[in-house]
């Protein structure tokens, strides 16, 4: 009996044994934000859990939100595995929060063509006044300053970083004692830090990193496809389709696929603006833009609408988001060439329509007005005769002689009768 549990004991140990010494790699490229830290967190548990020889995060990030941040630092500082932070491929960046998570990691290390720096903290949502900028400031410096001495890093540097948003290369981060190591690539790193001691929890751990087996650590699907729609310029775009859809549906009933195109499209931007320092007036801004051009289309004033309709939404898209942060603000380009588009489609739809309001009728009596018809008797003044139009028989009156077979203009519809006019 003994025996069969040894071998038992011997069967569900091996796994584990295998596990251990596997060096994880977690991919992130975008800013920090809510799904980048559950990303970064869930990679972190995944190797402790594996007992992996250790993580390594590549990093290129142009910053992101303080929170988030602080949650994937606190999961670095309590991590019980080494976590290395990359960063990598080569023109890659760990700017702004990033700088902090690369600080945290127990080992710090970029490529050849990356930089790091510019920490200093930007307003995201609410405007700050001078007082509040100093505070959060200062905030920011003793925080990147106890992750510095942490780890061992210059803290003259980490507090110039955040104070003068200084920036240095991979080259002069390795010089100033910013970083660990430069590598190429992952395989080169692996062979820069064997043997290397690292520090845990007051124990002392050899890494064994030479020849390691690898494993990624993935976005799932859902995890990627978040990531894609919190970007400010997909999100805007989201909010701008989802709008167009509802207002197709509306003026066209029972279209059905625009209405139910725009609800997911509305639905999916509010998911990620939740995520993002919107400014709702903004939001406001848009819709009352789009409402102005649709109205413009159903009641043409022959300007105002129209104009109030491109300013309108003009402002709301430059203050959609409320934040100093660069990235986190929608591009330009894609506002131009969003409200161009929509402009365009709007002025389209009103030159149709003034168009169509001049055209002549076609139907009706005021359609016949102005059409020729064919004398199907000799028609005298004071008597009525009859003509051929558009496959009818119609009794005429003229005011003068007009022989059979002539065609004639119809200048008037009275009752059932038309008066005509020799054809000029």
Same mark, same amino acid.
């Given at each position: 009996?003994?025996?069969?549990?040894?071998?038992?004991?011997?069967?569900?140990?091996?796994?584990?044994?295998?596990?251990?010494?596997?060096?994880?790699?977690?991919? *992130?490229?975008?800013?920090?934000?809510?799904?980048?830290?559950?990303?970064?967190?869930?990679?972190?548990?995944?190797?402790?859990?594996?007992?992996?020889?250790?993580?390594?995060?590549?990093?290129?990030?142009?910053?992101?939100?303080?929170?988030?941040?602080?949650?994937?630092?606190?999961?670095?500082? @309590?991590?019980?595995?080494?976590?290395?932070?990359?960063?990598?491929?080569?023109?890659?960046?760990?700017?702004?929060?990033?700088?902090?998570?690369? +600080?945290?990691?127990?080992?710090?290390?970029?490529?050849?063509?990356? @930089?790091?720096?510019?920490?200093?903290?930007?307003?995201?949502?609410?405007?700050?006044?001078?007082?509040?900028?100093?505070?959060?400031?200062?905030?920011?410096?003793? *925080?990147?300053?106890?992750?510095?001495?942490?780890?061992?890093?210059?803290?003259?540097?980490?507090?110039?970083?955040?104070?003068?948003?200084?920036?240095?290369?991979?080259?002069?981060?390795?010089?100033? @004692?910013?970083?660990?190591?430069?590598?190429?690539?992952?395989?080169?790193?692996?062979?820069?830090?064997?043997?290397?001691?690292?520090?845990?929890?007051?124990?002392?751990?050899?890494?064994?990193?030479?020849?390691?087996?690898?494993?990624?650590?993935?976005?799932?699907?859902?995890?990627?496809?978040?990531?894609?729609?919190?970007?400010?310029?997909?999100? *805007?775009?989201?909010?701008?389709?989802?709008?167009?859809?509802?207002?197709?549906?509306?003026?066209?009933?029972?279209?059905?696929?625009?209405?139910?195109?725009?609800?997911?499209?509305?639905?999916?931007?509010?998911?990620? +603006?939740?995520?993002?320092?919107?400014?709702?007036?903004?939001?406001?801004?848009?819709?009352?833009?789009?409402?102005?051009?649709?109205?413009?289309?159903?009641?043409?004033?022959?300007?105002?609408?129209?104009?109030?309709?491109?300013?309108?939404?003009?402002?709301?898209?430059?203050?959609?988001?409320?934040?100093?942060? &660069?990235?986190?603000?929608?591009?330009?380009?894609?506002?131009?060439?969003?409200? +161009?588009?929509?402009?365009?489609?709007?002025?389209?739809?009103?030159?149709?329509?003034?168009?169509?309001?001049?055209?002549? &009728?076609?139907?009706?009596?005021?359609? +016949?007005?102005?059409?020729?018809?064919?004398?199907?008797?000799?028609?005298? &003044?004071?008597?009525?005769?009859?003509?051929?139009?558009?496959?009818?028989?119609?009794?005429?009156?003229?005011?003068?002689?007009?022989?059979?077979?002539?065609?004639?203009?119809?200048?008037?519809?009275?009752?059932?009768?038309?008066?005509?006019? &020799?054809?000029?």
């Amino acid at each position: 009996m003994k025996k069969i549990v040894f071998f038992l004991g011997i069967i569900i140990l091996i796994p584990i044994l295998l596990a251990a010494g596997d060096v994880f790699v977690a991919r *992130y490229q975008g800013i920090i934000g809510p799904i980048s830290s559950r990303y970064i967190e869930k990679a972190i548990r995944k190797a402790e859990t594996a007992k992996a020889e250790c993580l390594i995060i590549l990093l290129d990030t142009p910053g992101g939100l303080d929170t988030a941040m602080r949650d994937i630092i606190k999961a670095e500082l @309590n991590a019980e595995v080494p976590v290395i932070v990359f960063v990598y491929p080569k023109g890659a960046r760990a700017t702004s929060a990033g700088v902090f998570i690369t +600080l945290a990691a127990h080992v710090a290390a970029m490529a050849p063509g990356t @930089n790091i720096g510019a920490a200093h903290p930007v307003s995201i949502g609410k405007k700050m006044d001078r007082i509040m900028k100093e505070k959060v400031t200062n905030d920011a410096v003793a *925080y990147i300053e106890s992750i510095a001495r942490e780890r061992g890093r210059n803290i003259e540097w980490a507090r110039n970083a955040v104070k003068k948003s200084v920036s240095i290369a991979s080259e002069e981060a390795l010089e100033r @004692n910013v970083i660990d190591v430069i590598a190429n690539d992952v395989d080169e790193l692996l062979a820069l830090l064997d043997g290397a001691e690292i520090e845990i929890k007051g124990e002392t751990k050899i890494l064994q990193t030479k020849d390691a087996a690898i494993e990624e650590i993935n976005l799932s699907l859902r995890e990627n496809f978040l990531v894609r729609i919190t970007n400010p310029n997909i999100a *805007y775009l989201l909010l701008t389709l989802g709008m167009y859809g509802l207002v197709y549906e509306f003026t066209h009933p029972g279209a059905i696929f625009p209405g139910v195109a725009g609800g997911v499209c509305l639905i999916l931007a509010f998911l990620a +603006l939740q995520t993002l320092p919107v400014n709702y007036a903004g939001i406001a801004l848009i819709v009352m833009g789009i409402i102005m051009l649709f109205l413009e289309t159903r009641t043409p004033t022959n300007g105002p609408l129209t104009i109030g309709g491109i300013v309108s939404m003009l402002l709301g898209s430059t203050i959609l988001f409320e934040t100093d942060a &660069p990235f986190l603000r929608v591009s330009w380009s894609v506002i131009l060439s969003v409200v +161009l588009c929509t402009t365009a489609f709007f002025l389209f739809i009103i030159y149709m329509t003034i168009r169509i309001m001049k055209k002549k &009728p076609t139907t009706g009596e005021k359609g +016949l007005i102005g059409e020729i018809a064919q004398a199907k008797s000799t028609l005298e &003044p004071g008597k009525v005769g009859s003509v051929f139009i558009r496959g009818e028989y119609w009794d005429a009156v003229c005011d003068e002689k007009i022989k059979n077979g002539n065609e004639v203009e119809i200048v008037s519809v009275e009752g059932l009768k038309l008066k005509v006019k &020799p054809k000029e």
